[in-house]
């Protein structure tokens, strides 16, 4: 079982919609959530990170945190053709420990 | 601007020689690690150092693989020996408030 499992798309989503990004983790240790955003051929970007269970608003973008089932998931409302990456999921067990990521969901905002 | 720079952005080896990635953090961090990620995978673990110190290792860190922080600042990635499966974009990454910040990355070909 991979510790940080996300479905790899593609995932399209016409422009304006909401995209519903969905992440689980096998470690239920972990503390210290994240979602990066990766254009094609760029660096990771972190965009939203998330502690605790809830939600987490920033801007239009909204993070999930689940702890008892394990689950994270990220929110884009009012997708826009330039949110068209692979969104990557991590999970850490907090303080500066090392980050575990997913293989990414590859977004497509469709115009 | 990152406040990661790393050198080269893009480097083509023949398989069987050395080479060596360097990444210079813009100010002072204590913990600088280093990942590898290959097409549609998420970034892997390599290593990480606390100032100067190599505090842990992944096992895919194989006895090919160096990597040095001799003052503390910045650091350095070598790889001996070069095979195709090295081929990977090759992050460097600080802890900030929130997350990682990741440097662009060098993106290695071996031929």
């Known amino acids: 079982q991979k510790e940080v499992e996300q479905n790899s798309g593609p995932l399209s989503v016409p422009e304006g919609a909401i995209a519903s990004l969905n992440c689980t983790y096998s470690d239920r240790g972990s503390q210290s959530f994240f979602w990066y955003r990766q254009y094609s051929g760029k660096s990771p970007e972190l965009i939203m990170s998330i502690y605790s269970n809830g939600d987490k608003e920033d801007g239009r973008f909204t993070a999930q945190l689940n702890k008892a089932s394990q689950y994270v998931s990220l929110l884009i409302r009012d997708s826009q053709p330039s949110d068209s990456a692979t969104y990557l999921c991590a999970v850490s067990s907090g303080g500066y420990q090392k980050v575990t990521f997913g293989i990414g969901t590859k977004l497509q905002v469709i115009p | 601007d990152t406040g990661v720079s790393q050198d080269p952005r893009h480097k083509i080896t023949k398989r069987g020689q050395n080479v060596t990635f360097r990444c210079d953090p813009i100010?002072?961090?204590?913990?600088l690690y280093w990942y590898r990620q290959t097409l549609g995978q998420g970034p892997e673990f390599l290593t990480y150092f606390q100032n100067e110190a190599q505090l842990e290792k992944s096992r895919l860190l194989s006895d090919r693989f160096s990597a040095e922080r001799p003052k503390g600042s910045f650091s350095t990635l070598e790889i001996q020996r070069t095979e195709q499966g090295d081929s990977a974009m090759y992050l460097c990454?600080?802890?900030?408030?929130?997350?990682?910040?990741f440097g662009s990355g060098t993106r290695l070909t071996v031929v």
């Open positions: 990454a600080l802890t900030g408030a929130q997350g990682y910040t």
């Open positions: 100010s002072e961090h204590n913990r």
